[in-house]
């Protein structure tokens, strides 16, 4: 990658990580079991709309969602990168006692898959910015 989109990314990311916080904590707190994901592919889909990212829902059970980032860059338009994340929560009682915890009783982010979205959906918005 040239140096200019990197300094690009690099000066991009104090201005999401508040967001990136806030949807690692809704996400946290909405756990869901896998292909039952409604709350986080509703999320996941209005942070996509919010970018201006076009996407795709209903995949893998009804719940998955492919966003499609185009470049305007010099390089080859046949250049691509797949980003994928897992939505899916375990079904573990929470006792963590964080502001953020589960509201969904019995069910749990102990995954990290509330982690591995926020960095998607990150990842997207610095790829959207991006020159």
């Known amino acids: 990658m040239p ?6 990314l690099f000066a991009n990311l104090d201005a999401v990580a508040a967001q990136a916080v806030d949807i690692r904590h809704d996400l946290h707190r909405h756990p869901e079991l896998g292909y039952a994901e409604k709350y986080a592919c509703n ?10 990212i076009p996407f795709k829902s209903g ?20 250049q691509c990168v797949a980003l994928r994340a897992d939505l899916d929560a375990l079904p573990i009682l929470e006792a963590t006692g964080f502001p953020y915890a589960s509201v969904n009783p019995g ?19 610095l790829l959207k910015k991006l020159p």
């Open 43 to 52: 999320l996941v889909c209005n942070e996509l709309s919010r970018l201006e």
């Open 59 to 78: 995949f893998a059970g009804g719940t998955g969602v492919v966003g499609l980032i185009t470049g305007t860059g010099s390089g080859s338009p046949h």
């Open 3 to 8: 140096l200019a989109p990197k300094k690009h």
């Open 107 to 125: 069910l749990m982010h102990a995954c990290g898959h509330d982690g591995h979205t926020t960095i998607l959906m990150t990842t997207a918005s």
